[in-house]
Every structure is written in structure tokens, then in C-alpha cells.
């Protein structure tokens, strides 16, 4: 089975290719939405957290949104303990999908898994699991006017956009095959794209 990861700064449109190919019939991990789910469920994380940051930074959903996109943006030392904190349990469950067994002669969309995740560079866990890196890539224009279009404003896309930059480049996947996908909102162009890389 071939594993592949699906990478690009905000507002690039990995995630509209993520559900391209779900549309196909291939199987997509969401990490960014797996995070959110071990925020709501996962206790043991949840303890972790609480002690790290104080209970003020858990809500009974997940965490507060408010409270980790400040310290996110605000706090380059806090950003690296929480993500030395929460890698590790995404880590074990992106490992779970895609060493998930295949059945012999299963169809194209059953023998390759792909995993959805916007820091792919900063999770060698995970990297090292992959056979390929897909990036999706999108001028910059593009992205900001596609956060604001999303509700974001202006200076909080721009923001976003600063925090992810050079997080993507091909040089941070060393010895994996590495294919980019250009979105610049041609979505005919976009599936052609896909189809053939597929």
C-alpha cells in the first residue's frame, strides 16, 4: 500500500483535495480535524494539557480556540511544548490509518491512504511514514483573499499566512517523492492535476 501525504500553507486547498479524492473513493485522514477529536476525547491528552497550560486552556468540546491560537501566535517556546505534547498521540493515530490492512486485488483507492496535514515538515513522526508528499500550492494573493472570503480579517489571514511560511518547501522532504499540485482556483485544472498524479 502507498501512503501519501497532502501538505500547503493555509489556504492553499489541500483540504479541496483531500475531498477530490474522497470523491474518487480513496481513503483521507483529516489530521488537522484527528487533532480536534484527541482535544474532545482523548483524556489522557486532555491531563496533559491541563497540566502544561492550566485547565483555563480546555473547554468540554476540545480546547479553547481562543486560548491555543494566542498562544500559537504569541509564544514560539509554548507553541513548541504544546506540539511536543500533542505530535506524539497524532503521531500513534495517523500510524493506525495507515498501516490498516488491505485486502488482496482490492481496488485502486483501497491500496494508497493519504493524510491531510498542514505541518507535515514539522511531524517527522509522521513523515517518516510516507512514501510521498503531495504539496498544494497557491500564490499568496490567492490564499489571504480565500481566508478573508472565509471570515478571517485581513490582518489575522495575514498573520496565519506568516506563521506557516516556509513550512512547505520540497527541500524539508528529503528522500520521499515529492509532487506539487498548483491551485489557483481552476478547479478543471486542479482535477486534471490530480487524475494525473493518480
Known sequence: ????????????????????LRERGFMVMDADREVHELYRDNQELRSELAAAFGEACLALNGVSRKFVADLVFNDA??????????YPYLTR???????????????????VRFVEAALLSR??????????VWIVDAPESTRLRRLVARGLEPADARRRI?????????????????????????????????????
Not at 511531524?123 to 510521498?132: A, K, R, V, Y
Open 77 to 86: 517556546v509554548a507553541l513548541k511544548k504544546l506540539e511536543g505534547i500533542v
Open 93 to 111: 493515530s495517523v500510524g493506525s490509518f495507515l498501516n490498516g490492512g488491505v485486502p488482496e486485488n482490492a481496488p485502486q483507492a483501497q491500496q
Open 162 to 198: 506568516e506563521n506557516q511560511r516556509e513550512t512547505c518547501k520540497a527541500d524539508f522532504f528529503t528522500g520521499k517523492v515529492v509532487c506539487t499540485l498548483t491551485n489557483e482556483g481552476d478547479v478543471a485544472s486542479l482535477q486534471n492535476q490530480l487524475d494525473a498524479l493518480l
Open 123 to 132: 511531524t517527522p513522526g509522521i513523515l517518516q511514514m510516507l512514501d510521498e
Open 1 to 20: 500500500m502507498k501512503r501519501v501525504g497532502i501538505t500547503g500553507t493555509i489556504g492553499s486547498g489541500k483540504s479541496f483535495v483531500g475531498a477530490l
